[in-house]
């Protein structure tokens, strides 16, 4: 039995791409995305350093998975924004940001940044305030689902 899927939304602008998607992420996908000849570092912020991984816990409760919900139109035009601004910032070379939607189990990526630049440092920044950007200001909610009697708690993508 196969399940559609909806249509993955994504704007494109200026070596900028923005996407959500109801698939699993791949990241040779996004990297090939930013990889350019003029680029000598491609970034894509560590999932050890800022979690972009569904954990199997939050506060000590046990999460079963998160289920991601967005304001797509919205949430488009604010990771467009995000990005845009990052690659003036920082000088970067080309930006791609993928949030996943849908429900994402433990173990698994819920959004992949990768940036390009001419420099590593440039590189390494834009990807971590892209990041976080995101995580404050892009229209993504998550529900938690708990591994126990205590449900689920819908969430800001801040909150957690």
Not at 36 to 47: E, F, N, V
Request: proline letters at 6%.
């Amino acid at each position: 039995m196969s399940v559609d899927l909806p249509r993955t939304p994504y704007l494109k602008d200026n070596d900028i791409n923005v996407e959500l998607t109801y698939s699993p992420l791949d990241v040779h996908s996004t990297m090939s995305r930013v990889r350019r000849p003029s680029a000598g570092a491609i970034q894509i912020p560590s999932d050890d350093e800022n979690e972009g991984t569904t954990r199997d816990n939050f506060g000590g409760k046990p999460v079963k998975q998160l289920r991601y919900s967005s304001y797509v139109p919205l949430a488009l035009k604010t990771m467009l924004s995000i990005a845009t601004d990052m690659k003036a910032k920082h000088g970067c070379t080309a930006i791609s940001l993928v949030h996943r939607l849908g429900v994402v189990p433990i173990g698994e990526d819920s959004i992949l940044i990768a940036v390009s630049s001419p420099h590593r440092q440039a590189a390494w920044r834009a990807g971590e305030e892209t990041l976080e950007a995101c995580k404050s200001k892009v229209e993504v909610w998550k529900l938690e689902q708990f591994g126990d009697e205590e449900g689920a708690v819908w969430r800001a993508n801040r909150d957690g």
